[in-house]
Nanobody, 126 residues
Framework: QVQLVESGGGLVQPGGSLRLSCAAS????????IGWFRQAPGKEREGVSS????????VYVESVKGRFTISRDNAKNTVYLQMNSLKPEDTAVYYC???????????????????WGQGTQVTVSS
């Protein structure tokens, strides 16, 4: 069965960095997009970034452009989210998910994703 396991969250000071990992099993990553989403207390779930399984194209929400980088290692069936210059407003539970958005411009919409991990907490605070 499809399984996604996130890791790498934690507490970091503003300006610091974290790298999240999403280990996938039960499917072939080549044919699916993997997205990272986050949800802060009292806020709606937000698409952060996604990477295509077919051509590796990526998309980011405006607020993380230039700070976050998504990448994948198909041999390890793992997707990464490198987060630099972290801000307190990045604090949230981060989830990875697998799906097939119709195009990458739609890939930050959570309705295209069918399977989700359990989430990992990221806290940015001094």
């Amino acid at each position: 069965q499809v399984q996604l396991v996130e890791s790498g969250g934690g507490l970091v000071q503003p300006g610091g960095s974290l790298r999240l990992s999403c280990a996938a099993s039960g499917f072939t990553m080549d044919y699916y997009a993997i997205g990272w989403f986050r949800q802060a207390p009292g806020k709606e779930r937000e698409g952060v970034s996604s990477i295509s399984g077919t051509d590796g194209s990526t998309v980011y929400v405006e607020s993380v452009k230039g700070r976050f980088t998504i990448s994948r290692d198909n041999a390890k069936n793992t997707v990464y989210l490198q987060m630099n210059s972290l801000k307190p407003e990045d604090t949230a539970v981060y989830y990875c998910a697998v799906g097939r958005p119709p195009r990458m411009t739609s890939a930050l919409g959570y309705r295209w994703y069918n399977y989700w991990g359990q989430g990992t907490q990221v806290t940015v605070s001094s």
